[in-house]
């Protein structure tokens, strides 16, 4: 017996149930899944299926059982379900496969869902419903003609003389621009989502802005919000706002016709087009707000800048064609550096912002809520405003604007927290080295104790390298138990 899987052949890793294809006659078709479940899934239902193993890339695998055989991908309904099958087509094509693309768009499946996920929405399907599920047929392509064509490309370039130039127009002046998207970033209950009803009931009226003064166009606004209820929340916050709610438009669901599910949540992955459509429906819209946008992004992998990138990058011509602000909102992480490297996910959120602000809390007055720039391309950086959340009459919460600008720099204002936790982490280390000074001790007991002190045990475990200790395993398999001791005790032959 050996530990562990093993070692994987030269010519790549075993596909799941290789005994079962060599018993199959070549002919049959053979459908390709990500993961052993959806591939039993579907044996148990008389369709022979394999995979390379759920988070396996296809190029770690041998196909060669596979060769010349009819196949058919099935792929999650996602960016990794594509990129898996984008690899897979052309080595099966180097075995001379018959490939087929099961059609995810015609399916009606949710985003992320797989063959797994379509067999418990059909328990009662046999062999002949899949196979008779709708596909696409995919040859690779002719190498020649690829090349001709990439030879034939060139770029397109037109000269600055030529170039007529544009004056930026503006929403909110120095601030938020018509045909940029604007981000905004700040820690759970300091008024984001209020500030969002603010902005759109100022557009709806026309009013000028707080502090500066300055003019506002008079148009529609249009918001997304994921966390917020229309009834109970956000037209209470509009009405507390002034706002003129015929001008207001509010985001509940997206209609799917012919997919069998009536409407979905917006997801900016696949729903831009819809988005667009709607702004071509209505050109007074001169605002859109999205709440959180982290609510909307699909399949879309937040912290990979490529995958941000290529959701952002549309979003932002999208506003630039339509001459409307869009506006998304988004968290900060809890420790970062620099005010841009606080917002949530990605740097490239706030790289494909052409202006971004952080919201924060006056550490002078915890009542008191700060906006200041982190970055605007479009201009020189606008001083800060600062405002309180107040009650309305009808008990809605609403925004109270102070006339005087802050001078207070972003970096500045989230410091009073990095102060904090700098603060909480020197006193674990201290109190960390205090214990383990008199011997090691069992993670265990170590957790307990910090728990009484008022320690978290995750801020132990940051702090635990700067302290000078080290987490030791002592024992193997179930009676294995886990201790911590100072580093300069390490090598202690009597310790536990």
Request: proline share 6%; aromatic share 4%.
């Amino acid at each position: 017996w050996c530990l562990g899987e093993p070692p994987v052949p030269p010519e790549g890793r075993m596909l799941y149930q290789r005994d079962l294809l060599h018993q199959t006659d070549a002919s049959t078709r053979t459908y390709i899944v990500q993961d052993e479940l959806s591939a039993e899934a579907m044996i148990r239902r008389g369709v022979l299926a394999t995979t390379c193993g759920e988070g396996i890339a296809a190029s770690a695998a041998d196909w060669t059982p596979l060769r010349g055989r009819p196949v058919r991908i099935w792929p999650s309904h996602d960016g990794a379900g594509k990129r898996f099958a984008a690899d897979l087509m052309p080595r099966l094509a180097a075995l001379g496969c018959i490939i087929e693309l099961i059609d995810l768009a015609r399916l009606g499946l949710a985003l992320g869902h797989g063959p797994r996920d379509w067999c418990e929405l059909y328990p009662s399907a046999k062999a002949e419903q899949i196979h008779a599920l709708p596909g696409q047929p995919w040859s690779p392509p002719r190498a020649p003609a690829a090349a001709a064509a990439a030879s034939e490309c060139s770029l397109v370039t037109l000269r600055a003389s030529d170039v007529a130039a544009k004056s930026l127009r503006w929403l909110w002046p120095g601030r938020i621009a018509l045909g940029k998207l604007t981000l905004i970033a700040g820690d759970p209950g300091l008024g984001k989502s209020v500030l969002t009803a603010e902005l759109a009931a100022r557009v709806s009226r026309g009013q000028c802005w707080p502090a500066d003064r300055s003019a506002c166009p008079h148009g529609e606004a249009l918001l997304i919000s994921g966390e917020d209820q229309a009834a109970d929340t956000i037209r209470p916050r509009l009405e507390a706002a002034g706002a003129d709610l015929a001008r207001i438009h509010i985001v509940s669901a997206v209609s799917v016709p012919g997919a069998g599910q009536g409407a979905r949540a917006l997801s900016l992955h696949t729903d831009q087009q819809a988005l667009a459509a709607f702004l071509a429906a209505h050109p007074q819209v001169r605002l859109v707000c999205i709440d959180p946008i982290s609510a909307y992004l699909g399949a879309t992998d937040a912290n990979r800048n490529a995958d941000v990138r290529a959701l952002l990058q549309p979003l932002s011509a999208l506003a630039e064609r339509t001459d409307v602000a869009i506006v998304a909102i988004s968290h900060l992480t809890k420790s970062g550096g620099s005010a841009l490297h606080r917002v949530s996910g990605s740097l490239a959120f706030v790289a494909a912002a052409r202006a971004s602000y952080i919201i924060a809390r006056d550490r002078a007055d915890p009542q008191r809520r700060l906006i200041l720039p982190s970055k605007n391309n479009l201009g020189q950086d606008a001083s800060g405003i600062a405002y309180r959340i107040v009650s309305a009459p009808n008990g809605a919460a609403c925004i109270e604007w102070e006339s005087r600008p802050v001078a207070v720099s972003a970096d500045e204002a989230l410091s009073a927290g990095s102060d904090a936790q700098r603060h909480e982490r020197s006193e674990a280390a201290e109190w960390l080295s205090e214990v383990l000074a008199e011997g090691p001790i069992p993670a265990k007991q170590l957790r307990q104790e910090a728990a009484r002190a008022g320690i978290a045990w995750h801020t132990l475990h940051r702090v635990r390298q700067s302290a000078g200790a080290i987490s030791r395993r002592i024992g193997f398999g179930r009676e294995a138990t886990y201790v911590w001791q100072m580093q300069k005790d390490a090598a202690n032959p009597h310790a536990p």
